[in-house]
């Protein structure tokens, strides 16, 4: 079965951390994708990587960086947290084309005090 | 701009009392149709793909079809387990990203 890890379940940080989530796959996927998700709005796409060193801007990516140095490891970093960042962060997988549905992992609630 | 509708935003059914749930879609140069379950407080699982207006798939007591314009997600004699979060998700164009539905929230009462 293919297994996503991330970090952490949990996290409380204050306004002004900086922060990393950081996302484990363990079977060779090529894509790796980070959503953040909130009452009402649904699953929104901040990053995603489609190869190692390779990434590309989702919907909502201002305030947030990633970074893929190794192919099944993918970080999200808040350099500068905010309250408005408190949400559900998930972290998926894909093998990649046709195989394309994701595998998402546990997700890490985040609140920024 | 691609967009994906999920109707109802949550649906009560009692054990036993089949129902549908809904995924419409705008998208130009459909890729995938996907459907998952989400409890809460974890992350989403997949259930289906679909590909092509006409597939249908099925696993235990959901179906899911596909049209041109929207999926169904069937639920035939649901039982309390089945109660979660169903998310819909397509991918389009040649882009490597997925549009989500914000959700049917279904809750099934023994």
């Known amino acids: 079965d293919v297994k996503v890890t991330q970090s952490s379940r949990y996290l409380v940080k204050r306004t002004g951390e900086k922060v990393f989530l950081e996302c484990v796959q363990d079977?060779?996927?090529?894509?790796m994708f980070w959503y953040r998700q909130d009452p009402g709005l649904g699953l929104r796409l901040i990053y995603f990587?489609?190869?190692?060193?390779?990434?590309e801007k989702g919907d909502i990516p201002e305030g947030y960086s990633v970074s893929r140095e190794k192919k099944e490891r993918f970080s999200l970093i808040l350099e500068s947290a905010s309250t408005n960042q408190t949400s559900m962060y998930l972290c998926?997988?894909?093998?990649?084309?046709?195989?394309?549905?994701?595998?998402f992992g546990p997700g890490t609630r985040l609140t920024v005090l | 701009e691609d967009q994906v509708t999920q109707s109802p935003e949550a649906l009560r059914l009692q054990e036993g009392e089949s129902s549908s749930l809904n995924c419409s879609y705008t998208?130009?140069?459909?890729?995938?149709l996907f459907w998952y379950r989400q409890d809460p407080g974890k992350g989403p699982e997949f259930l289906f793909t679909?590909?092509?207006a006409g597939e249908e798939k099925e696993k235990e007591r959901l179906k899911a079809t596909l049209t041109k314009k929207e999926s169904f997600l069937h639920i035939t004699a649901p039982k309390p387990e089945d109660s979660a979060t169903y998310l819909c998700?397509?991918?389009?164009?040649?882009?490597?990203?997925?549009?989500f539905g914000t959700g049917t929230s279904l809750t099934v009462i023994p």
């Open positions: 998926a997988s894909t093998p990649g084309w046709p195989y394309n549905e994701q595998f």
């Open positions: 079977m060779d996927h090529e894509n």
């Open positions: 990587s489609y190869d190692v060193k390779m990434k």
């Open positions: 998208v130009s140069g459909l890729r995938g």
């Open positions: 679909l590909y092509s």
């Open positions: 998700a397509v991918q389009a164009g040649t882009g490597n990203q997925f549009y």
